[in-house]
């Protein structure tokens, strides 16, 4: 099953954006991970206490879907016509891969690890 898991904010500086956030919006940080071996990749989400499932990442705009299980539910997307620019591949965060709908807009659908495997 794919569901919604989050969706980005495109926003100028990560730490500037993260007090906006939670000092003055009131939301909680949810994941605030650094990835050395993806040229210091910063993966910032928050989200609003009490709604655990959906989350807003800070950084450049895409959305982003999750799967139990990315190489079936890319082969079942592949086979109804969408192309993929990215096939599954193992990530230090799960297995991700990427499409983009006829507009042009950058969709992730990624297999994500428990953060705590991180």
């Given at each position: ?9 495109w ?25 050395p ?69 950058h ?12």
């Amino acid at each position: 099953m794919i569901k919604i898991a989050n969706a980005q904010l495109w926003v100028h500086d990560q730490d500037e954006a993260l007090a906006f956030y939670t000092e003055k919006v009131g939301m909680e940080v949810r994941a605030d991970v650094t990835l050395p071996e993806m040229d210091s990749f910063r993966w910032l989400t928050v989200g609003l206490p009490g709604q655990d499932d959906v989350s807003i990442v800070l950084m450049a705009i895409t959305i982003f879907l999750t799967t139990d299980d990315c190489h079936a539910s890319y082969e079942e997307l592949k086979g109804r016509g969408v192309d993929f620019v990215e096939e599954p591949e193992e990530r230090p965060y799960g297995i991700d891969s990427s499409f983009r709908d006829p507009s042009g807009n950058h969709i992730r659908l990624t297999q994500v690890r428990e953060l705590a495997a991180l």
